[in-house]
């Protein structure tokens, strides 16, 4: 059993920006952008994108890395995808997917306290951002600060998360969904790529529960790249649209017995905490379909 047991964590702008997203954070729910309210997560590590005026909610690549850290464990420098690959990314499509590619591996890195590797999948990001002309998007100024703060956890991480945020908002404002969600796309397959390349007998459940938590993030990001479907103005778009589309019809095979507890409101520490639980299940043959297209879909990208 998956217990989604969140603490949302805001001040008196995010009050404010949190009211006008929630009808409120106990009694009856409401759904924005198909999202249910209950399992929408408002925090700094989140973004959201207003398409045909349905509201979307889309991971931050650092949160989705630390969706599976304890899964991916012990840490296996194999299982990032490699520099050396850089080079092939020559068109837009191929640096918009790996930025979240590298991103989710930089999580999982620092997460990890790997600083030579951390280091080194920061310049990947930069020079992606760069020959994709979005560097302007990313806070470079707090990520000069990122090798001055190696061996610092917790501020590794924030530094990442701000400088995905930064261009995620970017890339919002210039209507520029397609990378957007081309970002979030890769960085959401790595999520999936490292959760199951670490599955065990052991964990089976914990993988389970994973996958059950990533569904509506794979369901928004097809959402987000759909109205950029064209086979013959985005040929790579689309493909991966379609592959996307495929994963997606077999994580319906993935049980949910959805239990709505009312939240619990901290008025005074400016807090919610959502009660509400969800039991995922899956049968092997299904979560083994599932594994190998995920290898398919992120051999697709990073190649």
Do not use: W
């Not at 590794?156 to 995905?164: D, P, V």
């Amino acid at each position: 059993m998956k217990v989604l047991n969140m603490r949302l964590q805001y001040d008196l702008l995010a009050l404010v920006l949190t009211t006008m997203l929630l009808a409120s954070c106990g009694g009856d729910m409401q759904e924005i952008g198909e999202i249910p309210q209950d399992e929408m997560i408002v925090t700094e590590k989140t973004s959201n994108f207003k398409i045909d005026n349905k509201v979307f909610h889309l991971p931050n690549p650092v949160q989705i890395s630390m969706l599976m850290k304890d899964i991916a464990i012990p840490y296996n420098k194999d299982a990032l995808s490699p520099i050396s690959n850089l080079e092939n990314y020559s068109t837009s499509f191929k640096q918009a997917v790996n930025i979240g590619v590298y991103g989710a591996d930089l999580g999982y890195i620092a997460a990890n306290d790997k600083n030579q590797e951390a280091l080194t999948h920061l310049g990947a990001v930069k020079k992606l951002s760069e020959a994709l002309d979005v560097s302007s998007a990313f806070d470079f100024s707090a990520l000069e600060k990122f090798g001055s703060n190696v061996g610092d956890k917790e501020k590794m991480l924030s530094i990442i998360t701000g400088a995905y945020k930064s261009c995620a908002s970017f890339l919002k404002e210039e209507n520029r969904h397609d990378l957007a969600g081309l970002m979030m796309a890769g960085a959401m397959i790595e999520g999936l790529h490292f959760t199951l390349s670490f599955a065990n007998s052991d964990n089976k459940q914990v993988v389970i529960d994973q996958l059950g938590a990533q569904k509506q993030s794979l369901d928004n990001v097809i959402l987000v790249l759909n109205p950029h479907y064209s086979r013959t103005n985005a040929p790579e778009l689309s493909s991966l649209v379609d592959m996307l589309v495929d994963l997606q019809a077999s994580l319906g095979g993935l049980q949910t017995n959805y239990s709505f507890k009312e939240s619990t409101v901290d008025e005074a520490n400016k807090t919610c905490t959502i009660n509400s639980t969800n039991t995922f299940r899956m049968n092997d043959a299904t979560l083994s379909i599932i594994t190998g297209k995920v290898a398919k879909i992120r051999e697709h990208i990073i190649s």
